[in-house]
């Protein structure tokens, strides 16, 4: 099945990542079995031992299977900001991203940077299995992830599109969820890019195992560089 594009927007965005996102998944899931990726699952998941890397390997086929046999649909959602103040600093103002078209929130980055995408379960009689809304944000990231000396670059947020899309597919077919970032008092600052995904696995593994960002940037360093 794949996915299906609900307009050219997103079918310009993501359609041109669909056979890589695929091969990723297959590569970064038998790279985790074999251990030729235990530096990667060291980094970001805080865990290499050969037991933890066959169940990457199990999951990573299970999503790829069932994107290719439930249809996924990939839409636009606009998005609109509203700035709200800092809890922890009445001073400071922080903006939120609410997706427009459903009422839901898209995602929200306090006092960090716009919203890209948001995941929604559908109902069965609909024909598709799931959602993946992307907003005029989404082209301002790389497609692919920073490197610095063959590593992905985790100097700062660093997010990409190829990511952003697994992140998204994790939810649906992994179950993941956005873990709040690791020694942070704020519920809504969530372990988003690689400095704190990265942050969140060496601190707290059983958590970087549950967090969607984490399984996204391990299947792209995995999958697409073979690097940690």
């Not at 980094?43 to 999951?59: H, L």
């Not at 993941?176 to 696995?201: C, F, H, I, S």
């Not at 967090?211 to 940037?217: G, K, R, S, V, Y």
């Amino acid at each position: 099945m794949g996915f299906t594009f609900q307009d050219s927007y997103t079918s310009g965005m993501v359609q041109p990542l669909e056979a890589k996102l695929m091969d990723a998944l297959s590569l970064a899931g038998a790279r985790a079995t074999d251990g030729s990726a235990a530096a990667a699952l060291t980094r970001w998941f805080g865990d290499a031992s050969p037991a933890f890397g066959k169940e990457v390997g199990r999951t990573l086929r299970q999503i790829r299977s069932n994107v290719n046999v439930k249809p996924v649909a990939v839409a636009f959602m606009p998005m609109v900001v509203v700035w709200e103040e800092d809890p922890n600093d009445p001073t400071m103002l922080n903006w939120t991203v609410k997706g427009r078209s459903t009422g839901e929130n898209a995602a929200a980055f306090p006092g960090q940077r716009l919203a890209i995408g948001s995941a929604l379960s559908i109902p069965s009689h609909l024909g598709v299995s799931a959602a993946v809304y992307i907003n005029e944000a989404f082209k301002s990231l790389p497609i692919y992830l920073p490197r610095t000396n063959g590593r992905i670059d985790s100097s700062g947020w660093n997010q990409s599109r190829f990511e952003t899309i697994i992140h998204e597919l994790s939810h649906f077919f992994l179950q993941t969820v956005d873990v709040v970032d690791w020694g942070n008092a704020n519920p809504k600052e969530k372990a988003y890019g690689a400095q704190r995904a990265e942050t969140l696995a060496a601190n707290d593994p059983v958590a970087a195992k549950t967090n969607a960002e984490n399984w996204a940037i391990f299947v792209e360093a995995a999958g697409v560089w073979n690097c940690a």
